[in-house]
Nanobody
Framework: DVQLVESGGGSVQAGGSLRLSCSVS????????VGWFRQAPGKEREDVGF???????SYADSVKGRFTISQDNAKNTLYLQMNSLKPDDTAMYYC???????????????????YGQGTQVTVSS
């Protein structure tokens, strides 16, 4: 069973940087889609960015040029480097796993979708 454990959240001032990590275990497929969502209080969950097993990435317009997703396959770890943080980036950030069609078409496969427990990011002005 796929399990995801996030770490690295915290509080930072606007303009600062944070790097989130997601330890991924239990993946048996050679092709997959992993990435990050975020959800702020009172707001809907929002895609942040995703990476597929081939290394192709996609980002929400709100974070393009500021956030970078990468993966270290040797460590089974996914990263989210967040630079130039803004107060609007304040949210709970969740790591997620899905089939490749989520990266390609944003189609969720309910039976395989997995989330981590989340890590809080707070950006103060």
């Amino acid at each position: 069973d796929v399990q995801l454990v996030e770490s690295g959240g915290g509080s930072v001032q606007a303009g600062g940087s944070l790097r989130l990590s997601c330890s991924v275990s239990g993946v048996t497929r050679s092709s997959y889609c992993v990435g990050w969502f975020r959800q702020a209080p009172g707001k809907e969950r929002e895609d942040v960015g995703f990476i597929d097993s081939a290394g192709s990435t996609s980002y929400a317009d709100s974070v393009k040029g500021r956030f970078t997703i990468s993966q270290d396959n040797a460590k089974n770890t996914l990263y989210l480097q967040m630079n130039s943080l803004k107060p609007d980036d304040t949210a709970m950030y969740y790591c997620a796993y899905d089939l490749p069609r989520y990266c390609a078409l944003k189609v969720v496969t309910t039976r395989t979708r997995k989330y981590g427990q989340g890590t809080q990011v707070t950006v103060s002005s």
